[in-house]
């Protein structure tokens, strides 16, 4: 029953975007409309379509039409909402118990929260992360029905450039789930605020929620809904007087706290698009730490190797490329099944290339890789879960975008501060 509801509601979805195409295309003649009109019918029917338009915005190397690419990345910051989705007993419930002052117009909207301003009894600037009323039930549904979809459109079109895009999208699908435990994300940014601590540009905010009462909701089987924290001023693109010098710098900052975190292994933010990042006069403030991971010793062993060979390329001819290489992939791969070491080699440096040269990664890129492993392997395959959101992560574009401006095409310019920032981090964790 639960999968002919599924296919009854995305031949619906089929229907009305067709309708929408024939429309805009023969009578509008405006395909920018027909794009917004479609991502909201999306949108409002599965609220997970908000992170497949964020993924599909950050797949750079996806042959998508510049206006959907500019359609689709107005996701990344805001996503729209009704008034019945804002808990205002909630509210209530804080202004009570922490004696502030919440002004119940919504000032940023994510997929899973709302977000208010507010000022304490002293006067000091704080935010109100609040969850959508009813959003952890919109979200298993809404995982239910995608990867039903997903399934469908895999089976009949396993090429079809799309469907691999959102096949590790779909892997990690729990992610997305963990997003609505708000009491796993205040632990994460606590955890944050102290490994960060030696990088005094960055700026994690203050969490007001006590400790104490998110012991009791988790022994009392509760989830706590909201998140009450101090305020970050700044903005999430540039502002446009800035110079081109202090626009590098910004974005230099960007690359030391990603590989300083990374290299001292860290809390891993994992989701740095654009809407997460807040420029500040000193620095970055980073936000929104519901997708953070710390990462095995396994794994960060891999990625202390990998950056020191970023840092000098010479010790690649050298490198024994399957100890280095073998744990991240899943299963562990070994030497007796590796029967063409120069392939897989060619394949791991495909999968380097990225980190090492000015070449744009994304998941389109790693697919490929992976694919290309498994036809020599003669079996399927699939990178470390942990390694992958690293990779991912290091090399996401939003900051990039933010700060140089979308048509900043100096690429040498932002691997030497890539590079640079890598050599930094080293020296600040020996």
Not at 52 to 69: A, K
Not at 232 to 257: A, D
Not at 281 to 297: K, W
Request: include cysteine; proline fraction near 3%; glycine fraction near 4%.
């Amino acid at each position: 029953m639960a999968d002919w509801h599924h296919l009854l509601t995305w031949l619906f979805l089929g229907t009305r975007t067709l309708g929408y195409y024939l429309w805009f295309h023969f009578f509008l003649q405006n395909k920018l409309a027909f794009y917004e009109r479609t991502l909201q019918l999306l949108r409002n029917q599965n609220i997970l379509f908000t992170k497949v338009f964020q993924s599909l915005t950050n797949s750079s190397s996806l042959p998508i039409d510049p206006e959907l690419r500019s359609a689709l990345s107005r996701y990344t910051t805001n996503v729209s909402y009704t008034e019945d989705e804002i808990d205002h007993t909630a509210i209530d419930d804080v202004e009570k118990n922490y004696d502030v002052r919440i002004d119940r117009r919504v000032v940023n909207s994510g997929m899973i929260a709302l977000v208010f301003h507010g000022t304490t009894s002293s006067g000091i600037p704080i935010i109100l992360k609040l969850k959508r009323r009813d959003i952890d039930s919109q979200i298993r549904k809404g995982c239910e029905s995608t990867r039903y979809m997903y399934d469908v459109a895999a089976y009949w079109y396993p090429r079809n450039i799309f469907v691999r895009v959102l096949r590790p999208f779909i892997e990690n699908i729990d992610d997305i789930i963990d997003q609505c435990d708000f009491d796993r994300e205040i632990q994460n940014m606590l955890e944050a605020t102290q490994d960060y601590a030696e990088l005094s540009f960055i700026q994690i905010p203050a969490v007001h929620n006590h400790s104490s009462e998110n012991q009791e909701n988790q022994e009392n089987q509760r989830k706590t809904n909201y998140i009450l924290m101090d305020r970050i001023e700044g903005t999430h693109t540039m502002r446009p007087e800035k110079t081109e010098t202090e626009r590098l710098h910004y974005l230099y900052q960007f690359c030391l706290f990603n590989s300083f975190g990374m290299l001292s292994n860290a809390i891993q933010h994992t989701d740095l698009h654009s809407g997460n990042i807040l420029f500040t006069e000193t620095g970055l403030g980073v936000i929104d730490f519901g997708m953070a991971l710390r990462v095995s010793d396994t794994t960060h062993d891999i990625i202390l190797s990998i950056a020191d060979i970023v840092r000098d390329g010479s010790r690649v001819p050298d490198m024994d490329y399957i100890e280095t290489f073998k744990h991240l992939f899943v299963p562990v791969l070994t030497r007796e099944e590796i029967t063409d070491p120069v392939e897989f080699r060619n394949v791991c440096e495909a999968v380097m290339l990225p980190l090492t040269e000015n070449v744009v990664i994304d998941e389109l890129h790693l697919q490929d890789r992976l694919e290309h492993l498994s036809t020599v392997l003669n079996r399927e395959i699939h990178m470390n879960r942990e390694f992958y959101k690293m990779l991912l992560s290091m090399t996401m574009m939003g900051c990039v975008r933010s700060t140089m401006g979308p048509d900043y095409q100096d690429a040498d310019r932002v691997h030497e501060i890539e590079t640079r920032a890598i050599n930094a981090a080293f020296m600040m964790i020996m």
